[in-house]
Nanobody, 120 residues
């Protein structure tokens, strides 16, 4: 249904900022219930970071990133963004974009991931 491609990852010092982009492409219309960001720290399980409703822009965050990260979307560009400020070493990991397409509450399309490394 959709291909999700993340970009914007890289190496940054603690306290710095990065902005991730997720672009959805495909021949079919793109109208997910929500878009989200997840991450997998080294040696740990994948965890939820932030999500946003496609229709009304309502956003929700994991407690660990509240006040530091901001998720936003551009429906016309079929894109979602994650602005990450005041980065910590613990934010290091592979960040994945996901789309909630078929069912409310289930992310069923995933990108390949982009590496974010925060140096201390």
């Amino acid at each position: 249904q959709a291909q999700l491609i993340e970009s914007g990852g890289g190496l940054v010092q603690a306290g710095g900022s990065l902005k991730l982009t997720c672009a959805a492409s495909g021949r079919t219309s793109f109208s997910p219930h929500a878009m989200g960001w997840f991450r997998r720290p080294p040696g740990k399980d994948r965890e939820f970071v932030a999500g946003i409703s496609w229709s009304d822009g309502r956003a929700w965050y994991d407690d660990s990133v509240k006040g530091r990260f901001t998720i936003s979307s551009d429906n016309g560009k079929n894109s979602v963004y994650l602005q990450m400020n005041s980065l910590k070493f613990e934010d290091t990991g592979v960040y994945y974009c996901a789309a909630m397409v078929r069912y409310v509450g289930e992310y069923d399309y995933w990108g390949q991931g982009t590496q974010v490394t925060v140096s201390s």
